[in-house]
């Protein structure tokens, strides 16, 4: 045990290393000084717009943001930045030839030096990052607790959700915490794109998630479960009297120039949690970099730093090639271990801390039967990689 914990403890430090490095990010800096001034967004009005509805997962149409945010971002060339170019732009044809990519940025060192837009999407476009999502999901559950709404990831659902447990419940049951729900380990019955289908036929869905029955003991191991996700939302709006939607746009989207373009939510109106959100792979790119930088944007810390390293973590491996964290995957390349934010059909938002870079890519989702998986992306990763050596 005592190994484990001093492993645990080097492996935060080499992080901190990295991802503690400040850097100026042109892109936040620049939309966080105009937040105030021209960013509003109505959470009820970007909840009614055209393709919402009854089921958990909704239809998928592209909306727009109509901003021009250039101002807010520098430009330059992979070679100014020591990347091979040739090798980035051989990466970025290929991933463009495959199958519904809609577009690929790679921001290096705060500068964006290749932005590159497929089948006819442009920055403007405004799609479901399905989700990519949970990892947003993740840092406003830390935002949550460091303002004391939240005690700690081991504040157990039925302080939090008393509505939705009773006495009467098992023992495994009580012993949920919020830490279940960020590293998927929560023991309930679920199978996923499957379960959520009888979600939605209730008239209650958060009651319907809490409600599955339980398994296994919490903690034993890792089972990828939208419902938790959602539960995390309800515990948001529950515990700061704002809806998600408010508060994401209040606490972590204004400051870092992003503003919603659509957010789902269900029958009791809790915003979806890990799902249903519609962001610009620009506004994808800016949170990225708060990950990058630790949380932190010129005015100030905006996501407490430790969050951010410990959500980094793999606290399971449901596959070989992956672990999971705080609702954030975790891979590893050659030497580079990269954190992703990983959204169905192909929505990534890639973390790589050792070459100071965020990679964003994002696919079309529109048409369900024809959205097939998504390995190009980790392709073009690879060759990122490999450019910068």
């Known amino acids: 045990m005592k190994d484990w914990v001093a492993f645990r403890a080097r492996r935060l430090v080499a992080i901190a290393g990295v991802m503690g490095q400040v850097m100026i990010i042109p892109a936040v800096q620049a939309s966080a000084s105009e937040a105030a001034a021209d960013m509003t967004v109505d959470c009820e009005k970007i909840y009614q717009r055209p393709g919402h509805g009854q089921t958990f997962y909704e ?22 930045h020591g990347l091979k170019a040739d090798v ?15 577009s690929a940025l790679v921001i290096k060192d705060g500068t964006i030096v290749l932005e590159e837009y497929f089948n006819g999407s442009s920055r403007h476009d405004s ?40 006495p009467s419940d098992s023992r495994w049951k009580k012993k949920l915490t919020v830490r279940h729900l960020l590293t998927m380990s929560s023991g309930m019955k679920w199978t996923e794109d499957d379960t959520e289908w009888e979600i939605q036929t209730k008239t209650n869905w958060v009651k319907a998630i809490s409600d599955q029955p339980m398994v296994r003991p919490p903690g034993k191991e890792y089972s990828y479960n939208t419902g938790l996700t959602h539960l995390m939302s309800a515990i948001i709006s529950e515990t700061t009297g704002q809806s998600t939607c408010e508060f994401a746009h209040e606490n972590l989207f204004y400051p870092l120039g992003i503003t919603a373009e659509h957010w789902g939510r269900d029958p009791q109106e809790y915003y979806s949690g890990g799902y249903n959100l519609y962001m610009t792979p ?16 010129p005015s100030g810390q905006l996501v407490p730093g430790h969050w951010v390293r410990e959500s980094m973590q793999t606290y399971y491996r449901p596959y070989d090639d992956y672990g999971y964290g705080y609702n954030w995957w975790i891979m590893k390349v050659g030497d580079q271990v990269i954190p992703f934010a990983w959204g169905w059909g192909g929505q990534m938002i890639y973390i790589i801390p050792k070459m100071r870079s965020v990679v964003v890519i994002t696919r079309d989702t529109s048409d369900a039967a024809l959205v097939g998986r998504e390995p190009a992306t980790h392709d073009f990763i690879r060759k990122y990689v490999s450019a910068g050596q």
């Not at 990519?132 to 302080?159: F, N, T, W």
């Not at 620009?282 to 944007?297: C, H, P, S, Y």
Request: glycine residues 8%; charged residues 25%.
């Open 59 to 80: 239809e998928n149409p592209t909306y727009k943001d109509t901003r021009d945010d250039n101002a807010a971002w520098v430009f330059s060339t992979p070679s100014e």
């Open 282 to 297: 620009r506004e994808m790119a800016k949170f990225g970099l708060l990950v990058l930088q630790g949380g932190r944007i």
């Open 88 to 102: 980035l732009s051989e990466a970025a044809e290929e991933l463009g030839k495959t199958k519904r990519a809609l």
């Open 127 to 166: 799609n479901n990052i399905h989700s990519a999502s949970k990892s947003i999901m993740s840092v406003l559950m830390g935002i949550a607790i460091d303002k004391g709404y939240v005690k700690s990831v081991d504040q157990k659902l039925s302080e939090l959700l008393p509505g939705y447990y009773s």
